[in-house]
């Protein structure tokens, strides 16, 4: 699976959610199970969320034009915001029908089944979810991660749903599966909102994770001394492409030729340094500053 582009990996992520949806819609048609339901519910919303992260991947792995100069890379964002949205609903669709199987339970059918069905579904997506976020945070796809997250929150709310419907086959407390119903909805709506903060993160350009601003500044410290002098460090990031802009200050009596081989090897360093990373460094004297809050 490492050979697999990020394309690739979403592309199975459909194929894989296809078939869980069929599993566990047929583990909630033979044991008539609420439980088993929103399970089931919460595996469509991932068929339809890994099918528009599939599409925004490719809007994002576009070249830049004249009207986008600066790439396609932010489209991945709005997959991870919409794929937030749809949990959202099916949450509170989940609930619904919770809150209804509770005020007039009813008794269930096939258990054994329809447990086996859920099972082998959990375990199909909690492979996948383990190869694509490897994927993800090798090649910084918030696309893929979300993807993953989600089909990780698939497989622990399908343990759970188990695990209670087990126990209602032994002690017939059949109020326990709606309950559990309700508890799988405030998980994924727990879910939906980390997805969606995320997304408005990185369309608000976030700055870069700690540890990789770390490793630029160890960079940076590398070609320091007192004739250089680097500030007004930004870092942002777009999708798997990560930016930092930065002033280079140095001797007013340097050539322009000079000055630009300096530029153009600390931009190969950085950008050696921090995988997907685009260096734009300005050059200015060192006794010149720049002042970014004057009218």
């Not at 608000?204 to 490793?215: I, K, T, V």
Request: proline letters at 4%.
């Amino acid at each position: 699976m490492k050979s697999l582009s990020v394309s690739a990996y979403l592309k199975l992520s459909v194929a894989v959610a296809l078939l869980t949806v069929a599993l566990k819609t047929g583990a909630w048609w033979l044991t008539d199970s609420v439980s088993l339901l929103s399970d089931a519910m919460e595996s469509l919303v991932n068929l339809a969320g890994a099918m528009f992260a599939l599409a925004m991947v490719t809007v994002a792995q576009q070249p830049a034009d004249e009207d986008h100069p600066f790439g396609h890379h932010k489209a991945e964002y709005f997959s991870s915001g919409f794929e937030g949205v749809l949990i959202l609903v099916a949450a509170l669709a989940i609930i619904g029908a919770a809150v209804h199987r509770l005020l007039y339970p009813q008794p269930m059918q096939a258990l054994g089944l329809g447990l086996a069905l859920s099972v082998l579904s959990s375990a199909l997506n909690g492979l996948l979810a383990w190869a694509m976020l490897k994927k993800a945070r090798e090649h910084g796809s918030i696309a893929l991660e979300a993807d993953a997250r989600h089909l990780y929150t698939d497989v622990w709310t399908s343990i759970g749903v188990v695990a209670a419907l087990v126990l209602v086959a032994y002690t017939g407390w059949a109020w326990l599966d709606p309950v559990v119903a309700i508890a799988v909805a405030l998980n994924i709506l727990r879910e939906a909102l980390h997805l969606v903060r995320r997304s408005a993160d990185g369309l608000m350009d976030r700055a870069l994770e700690p540890p990789l601003r770390e490793e630029i500044d160890r960079t940076l410290a590398l070609f320091a001394h007192q004739a250089i002098r680097f500030d007004h460090v930004v870092t942002r990031q777009a999708g798997q492409r990560r930016f930092v802009d930065l002033h280079m200050h140095m001797p007013a009596g340097w050539t322009l030729g000079r000055a630009a081989a300096l530029r153009t090897s600390v931009e190969q360093a950085l950008m050696s340094a921090v995988p997907g990373l685009r260096a734009s460094i300005q050059l200015l004297p060192m006794d010149v500053e720049a002042h970014f809050n004057d009218p």
